[in-house]
C-alpha cells in the first residue's frame, strides 16, 4: 500500500486517522519477548482457547499502537515522536477488536503537531493521551515497507488437546524402563496432568535414583521391579492381558524390545491389523494438525501393509476431531511412472478408498510433499483434488522417508509431535528416547483421545472440518 505524508502546513485542526485492529495470542507473546515484560497477568490462558479470563493485554503494548496510525496514516511517514502521554482506563482482551485513532488539537510553530489519542472497544475508550510530534518537512509517497516474516512458535494444538483431556478420566499405564531423566519426567508428568496414572515397570532402584537425581516425585506411582529391559517389557504385555493397565509407554528402551512381545503370536497384543506409528505433528507454521505415517516401525511396506497404515491414521484423526481426514500419499512426483513403485501403491490405495476398502476418510496419490501442503503449488502443476494443498494426513513410500519428514518437522519447523503406535489392542505411546516432557504429554493426550474414541464411537473434541484452524 502507498502511504502519503503530510507536512506541518498541510495539517488542520479536527483532522484524524484511526485503524482497527484485534488483539490476538501471538502480539501479547511477541511483546513479552520484546519488551521483556514476563507478567504472567499478562500471558494468555495456557490453554489457548481464546478466554478472556484474567489476561489483559499489557498497557504499553496498547500504547504502542498510537505509532502506526501516526507513522503510517497521520502525519504519515517520516513523522518523529516528540512525546506521549498515556491515560489507561480500561483493558483489552484477545478476540477483542480494537479502533486507534488520533485528531489534530493544536499546530504549535514551527513543527510540532499535537494530537488527541484514543483507544477504543466498541464505544468504551480504553486508553487515551496526547501525542507531540514533528511532521516530515516534505511530501512523500512510500510503499509499505516488506517485513521479513515471524514465527511464534506456539504449540496450540497441543494446548487444545490438553484441554480437552481435562474432562476424561486418566488411563492405567505401563510405562516400561522409565530409568532415564525424560522418560521418567514424561511419566510423572502425565500422571500430574491427570492423563495416565503411570506403573513404572524397570529396574526400581534405578528408577528411584533416576527420580532423585533430576526431582521427579514418585507419590502415588506403583514401580514393579523387573531384571531386564526384556523382562520389563514381557511384564508390561502381560498386565495388559490381564487387565491391569490400559496402554503401554515407552520408555529408555529399544523399540524392537517393546514391540517383540507386542506383536508375539503367542501372549502378545496382535489384532488382525498390522501395527504402524502415527506422528501427530503441532508445527507453528501449519493451519492445523499433521500426521506422518509410518516413520517408525514399518521399513519397507507393502501394498497390503499400507492399507493398514493409511487407516491406522485415518482412525487417530478421527479421535482427534478431524472430519474426514484427507490422507496424501507421498511420493517424488505427482505423477503415476511404472519404474517408481511408491507411485504404483499411491494410485492403487487411492482406488481402494474409493471402492471402501479404507473408510473413514479421502485418500488421494500420489503426491508430491510440496503439492500435498501447499494450494499453491498444487494449482501451480494442474492438480484437481479435494486432498492436494489440504492433506491433514502424510503417508511415507517407506519408513526412512517418513522418518526424515517427521524429524524435518520437529527441528526444522519447531513442530511439537506426539508419537502412537496403533493396531495392537491398546495404543502404545511411542516417542523417541530422545523426546522431551512436553513431547510425551503431547502423547500422552493423543493416546487417551484414541481410547476414547475407540470405546465411545466418538471423539470427545469438538469436530472441525479437514484443515481448520484451531
Not at 502521554?85 to 477483542?96: C, E, K, N, P, Q
Request: charged share 20%.
Amino acid at each position: 500500500m502507498t502511504r502519503i505524508s503530510h507536512t506541518f502546513a498541510d495539517l488542520a485542526i479536527g483532522q484524524s486517522a484511526s485503524i482497527t485492529r484485534a488483539v490476538t495470542a501471538e502480539d501479547l507473546y511477541l511483546f513479552a519477548h520484546v519488551s521483556g515484560n514476563l507478567n504472567p497477568l499478562n500471558l494468555p490462558s495456557p490453554a489457548g482457547n481464546g478466554d478472556r479470563g484474567d489476561h489483559p493485554a499489557p498497557s504499553m503494548w496498547l500504547g504502542a499502537l498510537f505509532s502506526a496510525v501516526l507513522g503510517n496514516l497521520l502525519p504519515g511517514p517520516g513523522t518523529l515522536y516528540e512525546s506521549q502521554t498515556l491515560r489507561f482506563i480500561g483493558r483489552a482482551h484477545v478476540g477483542d477488536t480494537l479502533t486507534v485513532s488520533v485528531e489534530v488539537t493544536e499546530k504549535r510553530p514551527p513543527q510540532t503537531v499535537v494530537l488527541a489519542t484514543r483507544v477504543r472497544r466498541g464505544d468504551k475508550v480504553i486508553a487515551e493521551g496526547v501525542a507531540e510530534v514533528r511532521p516530515p518537512d516534505e511530501h512523500a509517497e512510500l510503499n509499505d515497507a516488506e517485513l521479513p516474516g515471524f514465527m511464534v512458535a506456539r504449540h496450540r494444538h497441543v494446548e487444545r488437546l490438553l484441554a480437552v483431556c481435562r474432562g476424561l478420566p486418566p488411563m492405567r499405564t505401563a510405562v516400561v524402563v522409565p530409568e532415564e531423566e525424560n522418560a521418567l519426567l514424561g511419566a510423572v508428568a502425565g500422571g500430574r496432568a491427570g492423563l495416565i496414572v503411570p506403573v513404572l515397570i524397570g529396574n526400581a532402584a534405578r528408577i528411584r535414583s533416576t527420580a532423585e537425581s533430576c526431582g521427579a516425585d514418585l507419590a502415588g506411582c506403583e514401580i514393579e521391579d523387573a531384571p531386564s529391559d526384556d523382562a520389563a517389557a514381557a511384564r508390561a504385555v502381560e498386565m495388559v492381558l490381564q487387565g491391569r493397565v490400559a496402554t503401554l509407554m515407552k520408555g529408555h528402551l529399544h523399540t524392537d524390545t517393546l514391540l517383540r512381545h507386542v506383536v508375539r503370536s503367542d501372549g502378545g497384543l496382535r489384532t488382525g491389523r498390522r501395527i504402524s506409528h502415527v506422528y501427530v505433528m503441532d508445527a507453528p507454521s501449519m493451519p492445523g494438525l499433521l500426521l506422518v505415517t509410518d516413520a517408525a516401525i514399518n521399513i519397507a511396506p507393502t501394498l497390503e501393509d499400507k492399507v493398514d497404515i493409511v487407516q491406522n491414521a485415518i482412525d487417530v484423526a478421527l479421535a482427534l476431531g478431524i472430519e474426514q481426514p484427507k490422507v496424501g500419499i507421498l511420493a517424488a512426483v505427482e505423477t503415476v511412472n511404472p519404474k517408481m513403485p511408491a507411485t504404483l501403491d499411491a494410485a492403487a490405495l487411492s482406488k481402494m478408498a474409493e471402492r471402501g476398502q479404507i473408510h473413514g476418510g479421502i485418500v488421494d496419490g500420489p503426491l508430491a510433499m510440496d503439492n500435498a501442503i501447499s494450494l499453491m503449488a498444487a494449482r501451480t502443476k494442474g492438480i484437481t483434488s479435494k486432498v492436494a494443498g489440504r492433506a491433514d494426513i502424510l503417508v511415507a513410500p517407506n519408513l526412512e522417508a517418513g522418518n526424515i519428514l517427521a524429524k524435518e518437522f520437529t527441528f526444522a519447523a519447531q513442530a511439537e509431535g506426539a508419537g502412537l503406535v496403533i493396531g495392537a489392542k491398546v495404543p502404545i505411546l511411542l516417542t523417541s528416547r530422545s523426546d522431551g516432557e512436553m513431547s510425551r504429554l503431547f502423547s500422552c493426550a493423543v493416546a487417551v483421545l484414541y481410547m476414547h474414541w475407540k470405546t465411545t464411537g466418538s471423539s470427545a473434541v469438538a469436530a472441525k472440518p479437514s484443515g481448520a484452524t484451531a
